[in-house]
Each structure stands twice: as structure tokens, then as C-alpha cells.
């Protein structure tokens, strides 16, 4: 049971770092697009992006529910 909870607890502090990571890239194509528009693949980089997080979240809610 403690190995258990500990590799959620891991599995969860890395699905926390990527979704970090990932909004964080999201918040300066944002900036970026700001000032310069945003091509084609850079809209669908960041929509791989955005359903990404959504994915990682709802993992997340998995994992927390299962402490």
C-alpha cells in the first residue's frame, strides 16, 4: 500500500510539472501571438498543447481521487 502511494504521489508531481511546463509555453505563444499573429502550425501546436493539459488534468483528478 505505501509503494502504491508513493508512486501516485510521483506519478502526480510529474503530471503537475508537465502541465506547468506546457501552460507555460501556452502563456508566451499567447504573448508571442500578441504582437506577431500565429501561423498555422504554430495554432496547432498550440491546440496539441491545450488538449494536452485537458488530458493531464483529468489523469490528475484520477490519481488525487485515488489517494
Do not use: P
Not at 509503494?3 to 509555453?25: G, N
Not at 501561423?39 to 481521487?65: F, G, H, N
Amino acid at each position: 500500500m505505501l509503494r502504491d502511494h508513493s508512486e501516485t504521489a510521483e506519478a502526480i508531481h510529474r503530471l503537475k510539472e508537465e502541465i506547468d511546463k506546457l501552460t507555460e509555453q501556452q502563456t508566451n505563444a499567447l504573448k508571442t501571438a500578441t504582437y506577431l499573429g500565429m501561423t498555422t502550425d504554430e495554432a496547432k501546436e498550440y491546440e496539441q498543447r491545450r488538449e494536452k493539459i485537458l488530458e493531464y488534468v483529468k489523469d490528475l483528478k484520477i490519481l488525487e481521487e485515488s489517494l
